[in-house]
């Protein structure tokens, strides 16, 4: 069973970086993913990872967006630069199996504000 | 890429059956079987409950249960119960290969 555990910095000002991280308890030989959800809001897609490092992002984010990975530490990360309010969400990883989701991290709320 | 449409909200009794539709294009929902439902109660994370168009992770209530039609696909839940009443989420894989969300239906049952 995989698990999923995040963490990352709930406070931002506007044009600082969003940084989160989400370590993977036990196989890591898929892929993961980003998803937010803005207050109030549906879900949006962030972008994906594979366990070798190949990544797909979301158009309209792609600019801003920048998701690695460290094998050794069996981690991912998700940086996006340049927030501003509409980047206040709970940010959610998740891991990938065959074209499905599944959420493990309780999620992080973050918040931009200056 | 556009949120897929579902339906704001959804209501029905005990013991009934709702559906909620999940429409998109032939970009996503018309054009692959990789369409999966989530649910979400209020300030947890969306559980898998359908993917691949029909199929219900090992565990989950067979009460659940999805299809698809053209660029439309359905969740339908069967015997609804007080526990059901949540945010249902569809999403899609794209022809992008990316993935796009529904724009979210509130469950309620009266």
């Known amino acids: 069973q995989v698990q999923l555990q995040q963490w990352g910095a709930g406070l931002l000002k506007p044009s600082e970086t969003l940084s989160l991280t989400c370590a993977v308890y036990?196989?890591?030989?898929?892929?993961y993913c980003w998803v937010r959800q803005p207050p109030g809001e549906g879900l949006e897609w962030i972008g994906e990872i594979s366990h070798t490092g190949r990544t797909i992002y979301n158009p309209s984010l792609k600019s801003r967006v920048t998701i690695s990975v460290d094998p050794s530490k069996k981690q991912f990360s998700l940086n996006l630069n340049s927030v501003t309010a509409a980047d206040t969400a709970v940010y959610y990883c998740a891991r990938g199996s065959d074209y499905r989701w599944i959420f493990g991290g309780q999620g992080t709320p973050v918040s931009v504000s200056s | 890429q556009s949120a897929l449409t579902q339906p704001a909200s959804v209501s029905g009794s005990p013991g009934q059956s709702i559906t909620i539709s999940c429409t998109g294009t032939?970009?996503?929902?018309?054009?692959?079987?990789?369409v999966s439902w989530y649910q979400q109660h209020p300030g947890k994370a969306p559980q898998l409950f359908i993917y691949?168009?029909?199929n219900r992770p090992s565990g989950l209530s067979n009460r659940f249960s999805g299809s698809k039609s053209g660029n439309t696909a359905s969740l339908t839940i069967s015997g609804l119960q007080a526990e059901d009443e949540a945010d249902y989420y569809c999403?899609?894989?794209?022809?992008?290969?990316?993935?796009?969300f529904g724009t979210g239906t509130k469950v309620t049952v009266l």
């Open positions: 032939s970009s996503d929902v018309g054009g692959h079987n990789y």
């Open positions: 036990g196989d890591f030989t898929e892929y």
């Open positions: 999403s899609s894989y794209t022809s992008n290969r990316i993935y796009v």
């Open positions: 691949d168009v029909n």
